[in-house]
């Protein structure tokens, strides 16, 4: 599934013309989340990335899956606990991309459903 990102999903909202997608997969039996960033037009240097959880839309959580590389066009897999691989299935994870003008995320994108 592709993950839409935007400031207005932040919380609160950012006025920012970054925009971005996360391509995200999940197998069940592994518990093997894998993702693909694509993002452009920040307003500042990416400085993080992290799948958030548990949080509905519009709710904050902590970070719990970092992503170490989180450039323009990065890969990256993590093995979830099961407590994450439920949360992740029930849509309580969201993704966030952090900047230098925006310490507390620029962009962000709730995870509704996963393949």
Request: charged share 15%; glycine share 8%.
């Amino acid at each position: 599934m592709n993950i839409e990102l935007s400031g207005a999903q932040q919380v609160p909202p950012v006025e920012t013309s970054g925009t971005g997608q996360v391509a995200v997969t999940f197998n069940n039996e592994t518990r093997e989340l894998s993702w693909s960033l694509d993002y452009s037009d920040l307003s500042s240097d990416a400085t993080a990335a992290h799948f958030h959880g548990p949080a509905d839309p519009g709710e904050t959580a902590p970070p719990v899956i970092p992503l170490d590389d989180f450039s323009d066009g990065a890969e990256g897999s993590a093995t979830l606990t099961e407590a994450q691989a439920e949360q992740l299935m029930a849509g309580k994870m969201y993704f966030n991309l952090h900047t230098e003008n925006n310490p507390n995320g620029e962009i962000r994108g709730q995870v509704t459903t996963v393949q």
